[in-house]
């Protein structure tokens, strides 16, 4: 089964995965820095901010991959893939600041939502279906 909004979603994901860790890696290569953020604050808040993204994409792809093969292709489903991509590059931008920033807050709010929107949306599905369930072999010689 093909499901091109799901491949996009998971080829532009690992390309903002593989930007992520090349903006610690300058700062490694540059500093000389072989394990951890050695003291340097936008290194850490750099390195937090690809680990906070690893954190939530997988589950994220994987209700988008669900979904997507239970309804098909959805224009909703393109916004919303392109909507989590824009927010966690936003939030890698804000977490480059000392202080909370609105780049920030706004990829992290958006991030929660799309993820509680598909959870929310695939609960639907799974539980809201109207056909008619097969009966189990092992249940119908019972019946």
Not at 58 to 86: D, N, Q, R
Not at 96 to 114: E, F, N, Q, S, V
């Amino acid at each position: 089964m093909l499901l091109p909004i799901t491949l996009t979603f998971a080829a532009a994901c690992a390309l903002l995965n593989f930007w992520l860790a090349i903006r610690c890696a300058r700062f490694r290569i540059k500093d000389k820095i072989l394990h951890g953020d050695a003291g340097h604050g936008l290194l850490a808040r750099r390195m937090r901010a690809h680990a906070n993204y690893v954190e939530y994409t997988p589950i994220v792809l994987i209700l988008f991959a669900l979904v997507e093969m239970a309804v098909g292709a959805s224009l909703w489903l393109w916004i919303g893939a392109l909507v989590y991509v824009v927010a966690r590059v936003a939030h890698a931008f804000g977490m480059d600041a000392d202080k909370p920033t609105a780049w920030r807050a706004g990829g992290a709010l958006l991030t929660w939502g799309i993820m509680i929107v598909m959870a929310g949306t695939a609960l639907s599905i799974a539980y809201g279906a109207t056909r008619e369930m097969p009966v189990p072999p092992a249940m119908a010689a019972r019946v």
